[in-house]
């Protein structure tokens, strides 16, 4: 076979000057929007809800009509989000991005990544409307965000399995050991719960703690002043060693995801489950109806707390444009819009004046939240990220080998000494 | 100026034309493996400032328990995944014949290698499902229960191992397909009139003629078995508690979910060091091939 050289130089050389065009032209593409940058708000969210982002992209069209200003809405995935905003928050920050209020917020206010938005509070006056759910984004006085939507988080179950199997919602612990020996007789699960995911074995320590310790208590530990070995922890992991023995919990429960366990739920093969109202994905249409929650049985007679984990959204310290970011919070903390963004994903307002959902769920979760004395988040939101993986894993593992307590717990108290150099 | 080309186009030439690749990789490999030692040393979250902190994190890392499990674990997949090159080749001699329907079999073996390993994963964890599952089905229908074995802290790793198998056992076949048809029909024939036939016929005429695919084979599993880390991910996290970690997963772990990139990078440096053992092995081998072929 013959190559004809020069035939092929000439096409050669124009491929390269046509390659090296495009690449010129992608590098100086790339500093093109520096010129709109004024009259933009670029907003970074992470919804995996379709209805909500469709709502969230309408409020940003109508605040385009209204300022002038326009909106860019990139929507994430909810997971790898998670890791992209400590790269973003850093290298190329959007006006507005969508969070986790609490310790999450914390981490990246400490590292003076958020900007401080209690001028937009003031002005706003945003505090007579949110009331307690302030301090979620309070760090040392200042606001640092503002508030979403919340997860109320109690004992799901089904109305119907209830009274099919003429079964009453535990209120005590002695009444909740009696539901399961009841519930396992009628052939179920007393409570369905998957730990692939980790973190709900880590949800049922937080809902344990609670109704024995304590919030105070509870958050002592989440800050990493009190010890895992600290003999006030005894009782909580006496309660739920019980509850294992027993066979209270989903068998093989490291194989199966959240949504598995839903599933558990929504086919009557299980009684209750402890989560937030996103459970209901899990159902079929049909039978969202049937599901409602109550609050953990009462084990020690102390104030009622509950775990409410509050999504938030912020202004990155390092973003462009501050204060077109601040008119569009505003105008998406307007009530109209902002029920109107909630309303598909079932969240609690974080607004008193809202107007009523028309989620049955999301009202009873608003009425349960006014009878109680506090909230926590939850573990891998209050806690250190560090120590909230090992927690998490150490939860997964006393679930599924709990004569292994002590190790664990040993492992956990050398963890939060490292990380909180002790 | 021509002139000055023509003197040199000897070295510029090569030098220019092997540019490219090398500033690749010296940027997207070299530097970043030299920064990664360099993170290694200290205690950093990501995004705040570096402390220099010297060797710790490799104190640390060798008393800590779950290292030692990712470590069995890894050496458990180097183990298992030897058993691709023999069973691709078990798999290719069987195909390989000339019969009716064969070709039909033959793309049957090659599936799983058109599939992403993600997909692999979800697949086989659906297999091993407790209660629902194919392995619980098939167990049910013998009258006995199957284990939960991603829940089973020392069948995990094994039930991970397996699922990765399929498509690295179809890799092996394909590449042994290859050599099969590479043969050298002389050499065959010979030992044909020379009254070689079955075992004696495979085992010193067909097997010393696949000695460089078998190479090939063994250098891509052992790379497969080192880097297994997007399977794990999907089939178990690394769980249940760690158990079914290997050193990549828990690299990915501590420094994407625990902020802990200066230890993160020190799991990576050592299991760069098991990496170079074998690279070195792998290099002296080529090198002495080349030599041999020149």
Not at chain 1, 190 to 207: H, M, N, R, S, Y
Not at chain 1, 226 to 237: C, E, G, I, Q
Request: net charge neutral.
């Amino acid at each position: 076979m013959t190559f004809k050289w020069i035939e092929q130089a000439s096409t050669r050389r124009t491929f390269l000057k046509a390659a090296g065009g495009v690449s010129a032209a992608a590098l100086t593409g790339f500093s093109m929007p520096a010129l709109a940058q004024s009259a933009e708000v670029t907003v970074i969210a992470a919804e995996s809800n379709a209805n909500a982002l469709e709502v969230l992209r309408r409020i940003g069209a109508d605040f385009e009509k209204q300022s002038g200003t326009k909106v860019v809405i990139n929507n994430m995935d909810h997971e790898a989000h998670k890791t992209a905003i400590r790269n973003y928050l850093v290298a190329g920050a959007p006006d507005v991005c969508f969070w986790f209020s609490g310790n999450r917020m914390k981490a990246f206010v400490n590292r003076g990544l958020f900007d401080d938005i209690s001028d937009l509070f003031a002005k706003e006056k945003y505090k007579d409307v949110l009331g307690a759910t302030t301090g979620a984004v309070t760090v040392d006085g200042k606001q640092y965000g503002l508030p979403t939507g919340g997860t109320m988080w109690g004992m799901f179950y089904r109305k119907d399995v209830f009274a099919e199997h003429d079964l009453t919602v535990p209120a005590t612990w002695d009444e909740f050991l009696a539901y399961g020996q009841k519930s396992k007789a009628a052939g179920l699960t007393p409570v369905a719960i998957g730990t692939k995911e980790l973190w709900p074995a880590a949800g049922w320590f937080d809902q344990m703690n609670l109704r024995i310790n304590g919030l105070d208590k509870h958050f002592a530990l989440m800050n990493g002043e009190m010890a895992y070995t600290d003999a006030t922890l005894k009782p909580v992991f006496d309660y739920w060693e019980e509850l294992i023995k027993q066979g209270f919990f989903t068998p093989d429960h490291t194989s199966f995801g959240w949504q598995e366990a839903g599933a558990f739920l929504a086919q009557k093969k299980a009684g209750m489950m402890n989560l937030g109202a996103f459970v209901k994905y899990t159902f079929p249409e049909q039978d969202v109806e049937q599901l409602t929650f109550a609050p953990f049985p009462k084990i020690e007679g102390i104030d009622r707390y509950e775990e409410f984990s509050v999504n938030s959204v912020h202004i990155p310290a390092n973003a462009k444009n501050k204060a077109g970011a601040r008119e569009f919070l505003a105008f998406f903390y307007q009530p109209e819009n902002l029920s109107a963004y909630l309303e598909p994903g079932g969240n609690v307002p974080p607004r008193s004046d809202l107007p009523a959902s028309k989620d049955p769920l999301v009202n009873a979760a608003v009425e349960s939240l006014k009878t109680v004395a506090g909230t926590s988040q939850y573990y891998d939101r209050d806690t250190d990220p560090d120590m909230a993986q090992a927690g998490l894993t150490g939860f997964q593992e006393f679930m599924a080998k709990p004569e292994r307590r002590d190790a664990i717990l040993q492992r956990l108290e050398g963890t939060r000494r490292r990380i909180f150099k002790i | 100026m021509t002139n000055l080309w023509r003197r040199h186009r000897w070295w510029l030439t090569p030098t220019l034309l092997i540019m490219p690749a090398a500033i690749l990789f010296a940027v997207v490999i070299l530097a970043s493996s030299v920064e990664s030692l360099w993170i290694s040393l200290h205690e950093w979250d990501g995004f705040g400032p570096m402390r220099w902190i010297g060797f710790d994190n490799y104190r640390e890392l060798f008393n800590d328990p779950q290292f030692y499990v990712s470590l069995k674990n890894n050496v458990i997949w180097l183990v298992m995944f030897m058993l691709a090159p023999p069973l691709g080749l078990a798999i290719a001699l069987l195909v390989n014949q000339k019969i009716r329907g064969m070709r039909f079999l033959k793309s049957l073996f090659f599936i799983p290698l058109v599939l992403a390993s993600v997909a692999v994963g979800v697949v086989f964890s659906w297999v091993y499902t407790p209660q629902f599952g194919l392995l619980a089905i098939i167990f049910r229908f013998f009258g006995a229960t199957a284990p939960a074995v991603l829940s089973d802290e020392h069948f995990v790793t094994f039930a991970v191992v397996t699922a990765a198998l399929w498509p690295q056992t179809a890799f092996c076949m394909v590449l042994y397909l290859a050599g099969l048809n590479n043969l050298s029909e002389d050499l065959i024939g010979a030992g044909r009139v020379d009254g070689a036939k079955g075992w004696n016929m495979l085992r010193h005429i067909v097997l010393p003629q696949l000695t460089q695919v078998t190479f090939i084979a063994i250098a891509v599993t052992v790379v497969g078995a080192l880097r297994s880390f997007d399977i794990i991910s999907v089939m178990t996290s690394g769980g249940p508690f760690g158990s079914s970690s290997v050193l990549a997963y828990q690299m990915f772990e501590q420094s994407i979910f625990s902020y802990r990139f200066g230890y993160g990078a020190a799991i990576a440096s050592i299991l760069f060091v098991i990496m170079a053992v074998f690279i070195v092995w792998y290099l002296t081998r080529i090198i002495r091939a080349e030599e041999r072929g020149a």
